[in-house]
């Protein structure tokens, strides 16, 4: 017995970028079993479980939001048309203090369900409030719960006022890579995340780095997101950020820079050589007046990238169908060439690098062999018609509210547009007054 997806444009997502129109995917257990064009074969109907009719609409691989902050959920539009420093000193850093292990545990759940209702079976969670292991456990139960893959990159910070020893940030990953990497039956995994160059000491930056390819972790960095921030580490250090990670030994496919807006030539040549994933947040970079990454210089030196909203405070949204729409046209605009980046390379961007972001192969594509972690989206939209190239109106067309099946792991999360896994009405309601106390504790209004 299995699950069939039929009558829908199946994006595989392979080098080619195939698409089957109309085609059909074969779910068996956790794993995509079969794919193929046109009708599915009549014995494969005849034993389905259930059949999803996918007429005029998009399955693709499940999104990935390559970075975000789970906790921000609880604090969005607080800090409206501020620089990234101020936005951080007045509204971030006092409400994040004054969160509690359950305001974690409800601003997460909150903000999985947002990233689940947008298509993502992915979330890489850069988590900042370090305050207690209760408050780090919170985001990791919450995704169990839901049942979304997560990265959970564990923020450290060795330098300034809110410093930690080495030795209590390794202690710390040691006791969530024991408790944590691979719980929920291998979809939540963790990693090193220290928070910025400018605020990790060169020491600690070394320690971690080899300690994390020693467990076989990935290191997830905010890396040149402003020019302020470039500045305080040249200071210290004499050295950009790219710079600055390239001599410690911080580059390479286990690192994921997370921004990259301020570059130089020199450093995406770093960069590209290394193999380091770029994680681009272009609303968040927009929203903060932080600048427009090089997406398209990047791209040209086969630096891979991935999409990310980052936090909902800096977005105030975790919808990544619209984002990658705003992605596609900053490129084209900051460059004044419209070809600046393509559909196929906007999709890809968001559905085909779970395999390099989650360190496996089994991600990122609609084929044999690879996970059931699939987006369903219905394009039968008056904002969508009419579709001509189901990959346009994915990028220029479709938002998260069109998101009409979620599958992970072979598990519908989304069916028909109703979450299956806890009651969101609920939920929405536990978080109206859990954040209105935590703003009351903080003192921010």
């Known amino acids: 017995m299995g699950l069939l997806i039929e009558r829908g444009a199946v994006l595989t997502m392979d080098e080619q970028n195939t698409i089957h129109t109309p085609g059909w995917v074969w779910v068996e257990g956790d794993s995509i079993d079969a794919v193929g064009a046109g009708a599915p074969p009549a014995e494969l109907a005849a034993q389905a479980e259930r059949a999803l009719d996918a007429t005029h609409m998009a399955v693709l691989p499940g999104l990935v939001n390559a970075h975000t902050h789970l906790s921000q959920t609880f604090m969005r539009g607080l800090a409206d048309d501020k620089p990234l420093l101020d936005w951080l000193s007045q509204a971030m850093w006092p ?18 369900v947002e990233n689940l209702r947008s298509g993502v079976t992915g979330v890489v969670q850069h988590h900042k409030i370090v305050t207690s292991p209760k408050h780090v456990d919170a985001a990791a139960k919450a995704a169990e ?6 990265l959970l990159a564990r923020g450290w910070v060795d330098v300034g006022d809110v ?10 990953m040691t006791r969530l890579r024991d408790r944590w990497h691979g719980a929920a039956q291998g979809r939540i995994s963790v990693g090193f995340g220290p928070l910025a160059p400018w605020r990790c000491s060169d020491a600690t930056m070394r320690r971690t780095l080899a300690l994390s390819r020693a467990w ?40 994921q820079l997370v921004h990259c807006v301020w570059v130089d030539e020199a450093e995406l040549n770093r960069m590209a050589e290394s193999g380091s994933l770029v994680i681009h947040c272009p609303v968040s970079n927009m929203y903060l007046a932080s600048g427009v990454a090089p997406l398209r210089a990047m791209l040209d030196r086969s630096i891979p990238v991935a999409l990310g909203t980052d936090g909902p405070a800096s977005h105030n949204s975790q ?58 989206v219905d394009l039968d939209k008056s904002h969508c018609m009419p579709v001509h190239r189901p990959e346009s109106a994915l990028v220029y067309n479709a938002v998260g509210p069109d998101v009409h099946y979620v599958i992970v792991d072979g598990h519908l999360l989304l069916d028909e547009g ?28």
């Open 319 to 376: 919808d990544l169908l619209a984002t990658v729409k705003v992605a596609a046209l900053l490129a084209k605009v900051s460059t004044g060439t419209p070809t600046a980046l393509s559909t196929s390379e906007a999709l890809r961007t968001v559905a085909g690098m779970g395999g390099h972001l989650f360190g496996r192969e089994d991600l990122g594509s609609i084929a044999p062999g690879a996970k059931a972690d699939i987006a369903v």
């Open 95 to 112: 409400v994040q203090a004054a969160m509690t292990p359950e305001d974690v545990s409800l601003a997460a759940r909150l903000g999985l």
């Open 163 to 172: 410093a930690e020893s080495p030795d209590a940030i390794v202690a710390e």
């Open 145 to 150: 719960a839901v049942g979304l893959r997560l």
């Open 216 to 255: 076989g972790l990935p290191t997830h960095i905010h890396a040149a997101e402003s020019r302020d921030e470039i500045e305080m580490l040249r200071q210290r250090t004499g050295m950009r950020h790219i710079e600055w990670l390239d001599s410690l030994g911080g580059l390479g496919p286990d690192v």
């Open 418 to 445: 109703q979450v299956t896994v806890l009651d969101e009405a609920s939920l929405r309601a536990e978080c109206r007054k859990a954040a209105r106390r935590l703003l009351s504790r903080a003192g921010v209004a």
